[in-house]
């Protein structure tokens, strides 16, 4: 073999060799994370962390019990608006939709996805905390749910689009209506697909904490979401890391290893549930 | 409909006959129904909007376009610029993506190319878990690990090798505009890596055969055929890594230091302005603080909208040329 | 119908062979695909292999120059050898060099017509850079599309016709010099024009290289082939000078294929 061509040989050695470097330190970072909050994470978390309250500064010990019901209520609020919302407008833009309406909706959906977190913090502040003169749950899950919105919207109509039409025809040729086509045939055919949807999108919002900042605040007690500063796993997480107890700093671990467990499994169960779907189509 | 119903008699059944006729015009109470919803992420995405124009009026009018470039931020005399926080904002991303980018694409090579299906499914899987990955929790790690290492080995070590440039001088105290983008790098990979794939999957098989049966070296058939046919589904996914970066906020804000001036080195602590949100805007009082953090916001969904536009723009048409080409 | 060619003069000293293969089979995965195949193509002649849909005639030709290693879990057995080398054991890419292939659809590069010719000649280092332009031309006018082109040789190759594209390929193939050029099916996507000038165009660069072509057209292979392996079920069944195959076959189902009986 000629000089050169033991050259090229080396470089794609070299050069494939690297690729698969890169792609196991990618894959690795997640593990490195994970590692990280088990170990930090795991000997914090006791039956304590999960009962009881959060003692005032400097003092030991205590949990963060109020920000975990805290975390479902404003997680549960943002579901309720906005699983709703971002469900009927995918099944408009999938099932009606004149041209330059729903075009006009796809990029507002579209546009609403990709502000940034904090900026939907701060306009929620303006159109509910501002009025209301006091931070709430109810403030927190909407801003988040305007971040479920958009989500919601565009996995539903990607769900139902891929609903082969001849369904959708058979249906209506027994004489359904179309709506009774779309909620009876068509929805139940695409559920496995909007349900991960939504699945992943209260995965990703329940992890989010920069648009609480403004919303919801925190929370040291036990508070009514309706019209009181609400504690939640991401604003304690980002808290007590901030901060130079390190007592603090253990909590945060804590929370931070029981939020990444909750993302983790979730996003994993809506991995599973899709592969158990195909696989059930394909017969 | 009325004749219908009464040339076919059911006996007892003569309510099912107007029921039917009333479910029909269901179609146009679920039309309505779900116009109305559509109509509200129209209204909703409007008044955001609205909210950001109208709320930051106060400073707009107050600074004008040179808010844009003033450097000044003080509460207490009401002088407020975005520049040090654009100038962060910017610096921290374009370096997260010199970083990523690399490592990304060379990743989704190894994920299109070399691996196999399903361990390129699964390895996939798990790079896409980064993006669930709460930024608050890139946030707590950073500061336990990427902080010390800054200050102790990764700044020393810069400042020894490079400090004649000016981008690696100064005191190193661990946090700061290159710590900031270290962990912005490892929250984009995904995004770079996931959609880089796609677009290096869908070149056809095809161009891969005609490179190498003419006797180029799979690296030579990638990198000369494979990478530049998919070129623009990698670019728009360095654009989509570039806004989510741009619109980052917890974990810079944990390790960026919160310094308010500009400072060429990377070393420095800085700010961006998704950072300066989070810290100031529940303390800011008065008519033009608010006024002027709001600005900043507006200034920061513009950024993002025309980043974002570009990113599908350039996703859109590599799908569309993929099935194209099919 | 089948076309008659002329019966050749008897004893003839057969040409050497060029590539040969020797008790070959192919495994994708546990599925064996080939079985026992032992041939031989002789050099500077046109060699078909004919058969019905997946008798394994393509599977066979990507072997010969391992371009069906890009598919995972595939296996082949026995000997191939180029010139007495094994080829299995060969650099895959010099092997490619001197065994070049053109696919069943056009796949030029997205690039100009120049840069197409140009690549193989490029990424091998076959010729200094002022050199280039010169191969380039040689290969094009080896490929009968030199006239055609001259004056267009920066414009995209995505703009040709499909059988100019083809055509393309076959240069592209052609510029870095290979020994023997394999064609899969060159032909299944033109018009009997396009068809018609690449049948002559085979026929010409045997002074070359050895050709072996796959074709599903019968009268294609009694057009241009000097010789003709008949495949059937991952066997191949019979192999003989052309016109005996389509004359005097020896095995029956060569014959029933050849009669269109199945196929």
Same mark, same amino acid.
Not at chain 3, 32 to 35: I, T, V
Not at chain 3, 64 to 72: F, G, K
Not at chain 3, 247 to 251: A, V
């Given at each position: 073999m000629t000089f050169r061509n033991l050259r090229r040989k080396a470089l794609n050695n070299v050069m494939l060799s690297i690729t698969g470097i890169f792609a196991l330190m990618t894959v690795s970072s997640l593990f490195l994370i994970l590692a990280y909050l088990v170990y930090n994470g795991g000997r914090s978390i006791d039956l304590d962390f999960f009962t009881e309250l959060p003692k005032s500064t400097g003092e030991v010990g205590g949990g963060m019990a109020n920000a975990i019901l805290g975390s479902a209520e404003i997680v549960g609020f943002a579901a309720l608006i906005g699983l709703p919302i971002g469900f009927f407008t995918g099944v408009y833009l999938a099932e009606w939709g004149g041209a330059t309406f729903s075009f006009l909706v796809r990029y507002m959906a579209d546009l609403l996805n990709g502000v940034p977190s904090v900026v939907i913090g701060i306009c929620t502040w303006t159109i509910v905390v501002r009025p209301m003169h006091t931070a709430s749950g109810i403030a927190g899950g909407i801003a988040l749910s305007l971040m479920l919105i958009p989500i919601m919207a565009k996995n539903t109509e990607q769900f139902l689009r891929e609903v082969p039409r001849t369904l959708r025809e058979g249906a209506l040729a027994l004489g359904a209506a179309r709506w009774q086509t779309i909620a009876t045939v068509v929805v139940p055919a695409a559920r496995k697909g909007i349900m991960t949807g939504a699945i992943l999108g209260i995965a990703r919002i329940a992890g989010e904490s920069a648009p609480l900042l403004f919303t919801s605040l925190n929370n040291q007690f036990w508070s009514n979401p309706f019209h009181e500063p609400t504690a939640s796993l991401p604003v304690m997480i980002y808290t007590h890391a901030i901060a130079p107890f390190d007592d603090w700093h253990r909590q945060a671990w804590a929370a931070g290893l029981v939020l990444l467990v909750l993302v983790l499994a979730a996003n994993i169960a809506a991995r599973w549930i899709m592969s158990r779907g195909h696989a059930a189509v394909r017969g | 409909m009325a004749s219908a119903a009464a040339t076919t008699p059911i006996p007892g059944k003569s309510g099912v006959s107007s029921l039917s006729r009333r479910l029909r015009s269901g179609d146009e109470v679920a039309w309505l129904i779900v116009i109305l919803f559509a109509l509200s992420v129209l209204l909703i995405t409007a008044v955001l909007v609205a909210e950001l124009w109208v709320g930051s009026a106060a400073a707009r009018h107050k600074f004008g376009f040179g808010f844009i470039t003033s450097r000044v931020w003080n509460p207490v005399t009401d002088e407020y610029g975005a520049w040090p926080f654009l100038y962060g904002t910017v610096v921290t991303s374009v370096i997260a993506l010199v970083i990523s980018v690399p490592i990304g694409v060379g990743a989704a090579v190894f994920l299109s190319e070399l691996a196999g299906g399903r361990l390129s499914d699964a390895l996939t899987f798990l790079v896409e878990l980064l993006a669930a990955v709460p930024s608050v929790i890139y946030g707590l790690m950073a500061i336990f690990t990427i902080v010390p290492a800054m200050r102790m080995y990764i700044g020393p070590g810069l400042k020894a090798a490079f400090g004649f440039l000016p981008i690696f001088q100064g005191p190193v105290y661990g946090v700061g505009y290159l710590t900031a983008s270290l962990v912005l790098s490892i929250m984009i990979f995904p995004y770079i890596i996931s959609v880089s794939r796609e677009a290096l999957l869908a070149v056809p098989r095809e161009q891969r055969e005609a490179a190498l049966a003419v006797g180029a070296t799979k690296w030579e058939t990638t990198w000369q055929i494979v990478i530049p046919y998919a070129r623009l589904g990698i670019i728009g996914s360095v654009f989509l890594a570039f806004s989510r970066a741009l619109g980052e906020t917890m974990a810079v804000t944990m390790v960026i230091g919160n310094d308010m001036t500009v400072h060429t080195s990377l070393l420095a602590s800085g700010n961006t302005i998704a950072a300066v949100l989070a810290n100031e805007f529940n303390e800011a009082i008065g008519a033009i603080h608010p006024a002027a953090l709001i600005e900043l916001g507006l200034v920061l969904f513009f950024l993002t909208l025309i980043i974002n536009g570009m990113a599908r723009l350039l996703i859109l048409v590599t799908t569309g040329k993929g099935a194209h080409h099919g | 119908m089948t076309v008659q060619p002329p019966v050749a003069a008897p004893a003839i000293v057969p040409p050497a062979a060029k590539l040969r293969a020797k008790g070959v089979n192919f495994y994708y995965g546990s599925f064996?695909?080939?079985?026992d195949i032992s041939l031989e193509f002789p050099a500077n002649q046109v060699t078909a292999l004919i058969g019905p849909s997946g008798c394994g005639k393509s599977t066979f030709l990507r072997s010969?120059?391992?371009?069906?290693? !890009?598919?995972?879990g595939t296996r082949i057995e026995g000997e191939i050898t180029l010139d007495g080398e094994d080829v299995l054991k060969m650099d895959v890419t010099s092997l490619r060099r001197r065994v070049g292939m053109v696919f069943q659809r056009p796949n030029p590069f997205p690039k100009t017509i120049f840069e197409n010719v140009a690549y193989g000649i490029r990424v091998n280092g076959l010729a200094k850079r002022s050199e280039v332009a010169d191969v380039v031309e040689k290969s094009l006018r080896g490929a009968a599309l030199w006239d055609e082109v001259r004056d267009k040789l920066? !414009?995209?190759?995505?703009?040709?016709s499909g059988g100019q594209q083809q055509r393309l390929c076959i240069a592209r193939g052609l510029a870095v010099g290979p020994e023997v050029l394999l064609l899969d099916e060159p032909c299944s996507a033109l018009d009997p024009i396009a068809t018609a000038k690449i049948e002559d165009l085979l026929v010409a660069l045997r002074s070359q290289c050895t050709i072996v072509i796959v074709t599903h057209n019968m009268q294609q292979a009694a057009r241009v082939a000097d010789h003709t392996g008949f495949f059937l079920l991952g066997r191949l069944i019979e192999h003989d000078r052309t016109d005996v195959i389509f004359?005097?076959?020896?095995?029956k189902e060569t014959e029933d294929y050849i009669t269109g009986r199945f196929g």
């Open positions: - | - | 064996k695909a080939l079985h010969l120059n391992r371009i069906s290693e !890009t598919v995972s920066n !414009t995209s190759a995505l703009a040709l004359r005097n076959p020896s095995k």
